[in-house]
Structure formats: C-alpha cells, structure tokens
C-alpha cells in the first residue's frame, strides 16, 4: 500500500513521463518491471500494516518521523551506487519542494491516522481515491482537459468510494462506529491531499529528478514532524523502535523499487499492479490483524478499482496514438 506521500510515476499521464524521467529506458524487460512494481506494492503494504500495529502505542507525528527520516539513509545508499549522488539532489526550485512537501507531510498524517482508526483493507480501497482525485485537480489546476470518458470513470470511482463508506454514513452510535468513521474521513483527507501533492509533482517533474523530488520531501516531513514533538511523543519500547525504524527503511526501499520499475517497462503496463495492495492487504488484515472483509467493501474496492484501471487502459490507447501521429509526421528518409 503506496502512502499519499509518494511518488508515483503511474499518476503521472504516459505523455508526461518521458518528461518526469529525462534518461531513455536502458532497455525493455517487462517481466523485471512488473516484479520491481509489485515488490514496492508488497514494501508499502508491509510498511503500513507495521504503521498500523504501532498506531496505538506512538502518535501519528512520531511515525511520520520514522518513515521519513530512516528512508532518507536508503535514498542516499541508492544515489551513491547509481554515481548520481552529487546531481540527483540538485535542485533549482527550492521552494516548490518546500511547498509539496507541506501538503505531502499533511496527507501522510492523514493516512497513517486512517490506518490506525481503521481496518486495513478499507483503508487501502479509500486510499485508491487519490489517483481519481488527481484527473479532477489536473483538469482543475493545470488546465489538463479531461474528456468524458476520463469523467464517467471518475464518477465510477466515486460511486465505489461511496459504496465503501456507505456503512459509516449511517446514524451509528457505537465507539467503534465513530472512531472508524472519524478513521474513513481522514483517509479521504490524505487521499485528497495526495492528489494535491501530486499536482505539485506535475508542475516540478519538467525541472527537477525524481530522486531530488524524493530526497527532499524525506527531508522536509522529517522537519515537519519534529514540530509535533511537543503534542505527546512517547519513548518507543525497543520492539516498537525496531518497527518503526523498519517503516522508514522499507518506505525508502519501495520508493526505489517503484521508480525502478518505470525503468523496464511503460507506465501502462506496471501501473495496473498497484491494486494488488488490496490483495494483500485482505491477507494481512486476516491473519494479523483479525480484520474480516465485508461485502459491502469489497463491492466498492472493485468498483474504484475497475475506475483506475479502466483510466489506465484509455490513457495507454491515447498513448499509442499519439506515438503513431508523431510517427506520421516524422519526415522519412
């Protein structure tokens, strides 16, 4: 499960990736691609289900703490290998990482808090909200123009999320009703917050790396969640530590894998595998947390789930025949 936080190449229209990735592809190797996509779709699950196990014993600052600051020494272990530790981090807009890395920190609260107030599943569905919201605020934003099939599949996204959240939105009165209401509303915050922090991504990707946009929003949420430090941090026992420390070290790992992935195959092919999270995440919910899937979510999931994919699909046609049109004007010869 990808947090709001991250970035992710498949939320990025294929027209733009070249653009977000300036180095060519070194060569084509799907089977390696989808691998590196879902090892990070199993990173993140992982990472949040930890986060969610740790919820009750350490505030949602402190946890945002670890996962940013502990990623920051796998990113630079990752440039340094690749010999791109001296440009990957150069940066000629500051402040616009500054900017993101406000409204990244915010939707990472806001998620980390759903995952403890909520099962994990249902988290995970609601969470596929925010690459739907991300086509509105394109179109909102950036001007993107966003044709009716786009709109249809979004409005298909939000029917499964308010499937979903249709069990919460009822006049329930139980504790548990209403932490795992207060739960669904805050995820729907990070989600929406997410696909701002993607806009942001989308103005930056022309000038900066991936790995500056990375590193530096690992930096900033570090710094943003220090100023939590006096709303009741508490001294991790030393398994909690460990744990914690694992979610800043598998967030940084997976944040590698996804990028990776978008180096062996296009954005279309691997984008897709991202909702295997919900596979997982029903396992996880299972057999560790004792969560048992309803009906009701599931139904909703597959609608959202149906949404994005679908929109992946039309905009890997679009693609295509964009491709095929430059080709035609290409002069021959």
Known sequence: MTTPDDLRPDDLRPADLPRAAPSALPFQNPLKGITLKLGSVTVFTVMGAILKATADEVPVGEQVFFRSFFAIPVILVWLAS????????????????????IIGTMAMVCGFAGLGLLPLPEQTALGYAMPLLTVLFAGMFLGEEIRGFRISMVLLGIVGVL?????????????????????????????????????????MVTQERTS???????????VLALVSLPFGWVWPSPATA?????????GGIGQIMLTSSYRYADASLV??????????????????????????MLAGAAVIIAAGIAIIWRERQLGIARSRSRKAMTPQG
Do not use: C, K, N
Not at 85 to 96: D, E, N
């Open 163 to 203: 499937i979903v959240l249709s069990p919460r939105l009822g006049s329930g009165g139980a504790d548990v009703s209403t932490r795992e209401t207060l739960g669904a509303v805050v995820t729907l915050a990070g989600a929406a917050l997410g696909a701002l922090a993607q806009i942001f991504i989308r103005r």
């Open 271 to 296: 984008a897709p595998f991202d909702y295997a999270s919900m596979v997982l995440a029903l396992l996880i919910g299972w057999f560790v947390f004792g969560e048992v899937a309803t009906t009701t």
């Open 82 to 101: 690749r010999g791109e530790l001296g440009t990957g981090l150069r940066t000629h807009r500051p402040m616009s990482h500054f900017y993101r890395g």
């Open 242 to 250: 460990a744990l914690l420390v694992a979610t800043g070290t598998l």
């Open 212 to 222: 500056a946009i990375v590193f530096w929003f690992s930096v900033t949420s570090t």
